[in-house]
């Protein structure tokens, strides 16, 4: 079972770049969304989906676009990338919108910015 | 702003022995879950256990289970006969506004002793 599969797992870039983090899911889960984790301060919700089309901000959205064309896709777009976004990157999902719901994480996109 | 607060950054624990992670969260919905998730040095992210707010039993799984203070608002997580694989980051979560959206807590890293 695939499960959430995130790409690429590490990416150095440079101050002003611009690229997407990929990330895929197999289960027909309704809600997707991003995390960026950092020392000290847990992991910050950056963008949510709860549908195909759908989209919205997170705690921390600045910096960041993304799009869900799919179900199964949801790519985080940084289009001008700072030192400031360095960090893990975490892609999740889950089975509708229900709290309950098991969220599935994926094993995480190590991105520096220099 | 809703918060998750974890106020022990760092804890540490002797083999066998049990251990309590504390955690307070304010949320506005009136029907959620609650979840503490495990983090190793591998960093994947794992569900250890969930917490229906209108239960009034508290959650337990296996060697591990919660203290929920609803009106408090405040989610405990036990440990008990504490293993050195429970060696890990354990996160807290609760949702965040509507649309099933969770947010994190800063985290509290967890050293199980020999």
């Known amino acids: 079972n695939a499960g959430v599969t995130q790409t690429p797992k590490f990416q150095v870039l440079k101050t002003g770049q611009s690229m997407t983090l990929q990330c895929a899911q197999d289960?027909?889960?309704?809600?997707m969304s991003w995390y960026r984790q950092d020392p000290g301060m847990g992991l910050r919700l950056i963008h949510y989906?709860?549908?195909?089309?759908?989209?919205d901000q997170g705690e921390v959205p600045n910096g960041y676009n993304v799009s869900r064309s799919t179900t199964e896709d949801f790519p985080l777009r940084l289009l001008s990338a700072a030192p400031s976004q360095t960090s893990v990157y975490f892609c999740?999902?889950?089975?509708?919108?229900?709290?309950?719901?098991?969220?599935?994480f994926g094993e995480g996109s190590w991105l520096t910015v220099v | 702003a809703q918060t998750v607060t974890q106020s022990q950054p760092e804890m540490s624990v002797q083999e066998a022995e049990t251990v309590t992670l504390s955690c307070t969260y304010d949320?506005?919905?009136?029907?959620?879950?609650l979840f503490w998730y495990k983090q190793p040095p591998s960093r994947q992210m794992i569900l250890v256990i969930r917490?229906?707010?209108?239960?009034?039993q508290n959650a337990t799984e296996n060697r591990f289970s919660v203290n929920f203070q609803k009106a408090a608002k405040s989610f405990s997580l036990k440990i008990s006969d504490s293993q050195l694989g429970d060696t890990a980051m354990y996160f807290c979560?609760?949702?965040?506004?509507?649309?099933?959206?969770?947010?994190f807590g800063q985290g509290t890293e967890l050293s199980v002793k020999p």
């Open positions: 999740a999902s889950r089975k509708g919108q229900g709290y309950g719901n098991t969220i599935y």
């Open positions: 979560a609760s949702p965040y506004n509507q649309g099933g959206k969770l947010i």
């Open positions: 949320t506005s919905e009136s029907n959620y879950y």
């Open positions: 917490q229906e707010a209108y239960k009034q």
């Open positions: 289960m027909n889960h309704e809600y």
């Open positions: 989906s709860v549908g195909a089309g759908i989209t």
